[in-house]
């Protein structure tokens, strides 16, 4: 018999497709009190709200024989996985609010391209008065990263007639981009790009890297995008760029601290739309989830590779 | 020798392209006084708004030997168009507004799904407060009319994974759309259609098509698109059915009376943007338009049949 934890949520949408398995014994995480040994963990956005993903991980990484936890996350920068990984559980992750996320950067930077707050100004102030817009074909984007995210974003871009550079570590070209650069050349792109898009995780080598010297580089009407994490741009430093017309707008939905402190001058920031971590909150997210929970658990009960797996230092 | 009508900036624009041949002669339109005649003219959007060219009609119906006028617009439906058809003068048509009218309406409409609102309040609040939002692939989506806007919409909706109808005369089928219907199926379609947009010229069948009738079937939360011809609409009926929770909102861009009157209740409607004709006015449009013309002056020239010719009865 093999247990399986999921969340009261999660076993009311999914019982009916796990009865396909009659070895899966599966097990609701209560929202207090003891975790129940189990082997296979389903790590879901409301066990996440409910912080018992880490008592979940202590369980696990205490335990012996081969374990599994599947993560809805994209990230694995939660110090959960840091127990898991350790205790030689294996993990996966999720690419599955990828759309909502190429969705939510599509419709705030469209919108800032039809521009939505000279088009409310005119209609509040009864002007009759043509509004000019940039159309997405006459801007060049840089995303920052290509993995499910960027990807996702480019394929959306490409009937617009955007021109898109990708930039990544390994700088491979990759057919959805029209150039692929490494990280090292991003300086070199920047004074000709108008949308930069931030979807990459961070570490040690990219903290801040949207500091001072990068901001110095962009286009006065250019537009900030970070999809990503919070501590890859220096807040400091963006606020000074806005300030300084240095950069047009920035679209945020992660921070250096979250919950965004309410002294925060990103709140009330004329250049900045700040909206809280919620980038990947389309309504598809959910199915498309529990849709790779499923395959994957399928593949883990017949002992066949697992879609996005961790590696067992991280990513 | 073949004489060629423009204005101004047109000529400034495209004197280096005109001397290619040597056989014809651009003459400038003034702002004011008599029309040079000619056999050619390049109706661009700056005599439209200096009102030259009905005289230029006038003076193209008045001549005889072969005469034919370009114009910047997508529909036919100014007086001046019936002047030179009525002269026996060859019209042509631009689609060059397209890719821009098309980026108006994705810009707007997934403004709309991302919440824009709801992310400008929950800013001002400071509330760090999830906003979940409608993914694009979760929309399905009726174009009323499949010509060049139409189709420059639904070739960049398809990455996002929307559902396409296409309503035409014909109802003819094509790839671009997931399914073609003709105007009679469009009431069967509307109760499941979550944005509609109206991208068809205005005629004496479908004066008014939104009406009581067609807003009875609409979805509560759906948004209605008019890009085509402000008469499509019932203006009254449109209003009832914002009010009346029938319709989400709706994205204006043309109206029964342009300007809209100041005293349009459509001016302060909270479920209403409205724009002031607008939604061509983007980046690439002038110079397109220059191609196009430019294309069609050398098909002329040569005897080569021309692109989007007027039939001598309209479109």
Known sequence: MTSLLLSGEAHSRLAGALSAWPELTPHIVADAGDIPAASI???????????????????????SGPRWAHSVTAGLDHP???????????????DAQAPAIADYVLGHVLSRLVEIDRVRAGQQAGAWQRIPFREVGDTRWLLVGFGAIGRQIAQRLRPFGAHITAATRSGTSDPLADAC?????????????????LACPVDDHNRHMVG??????TKSNSILVNIGRGALVD????????????????????????????ASPLWAHPGVTATPHCAGAGSGVLA???????ENLRRYLSGEPLMNEASSTGR
């Open 212 to 217: 001072p010297a990068f901001l110095a580089l």
């Open 181 to 197: 650069v490494t990280l090292a050349d991003i300086p070199a792109v920047l004074p000709v790009t108008d949308v930069i898009v």
């Open 41 to 63: 963990a389903y790590l879901t956005a409301d066990l996440f709200r409910a912080k018992r993903v880490m008592p979940i991980a202590e369980m696990l990484a205490a335990g």
């Open 235 to 262: 807040t400091d430093a963006l606020i000074a760029a806005l300030d300084g017309g240095r950069l047009g707008h920035a679209i945020l939905d992660v921070f250096e601290t979250e919950p965004l402190p309410q």
């Open 80 to 94: 959960p996985f840091q127990v898991l990984q350790a205790g030689g559980v294996r993990v996966t992750r999720s």
């Open 288 to 294: 498309r989830n529990d849709r790779l929970f499923l």
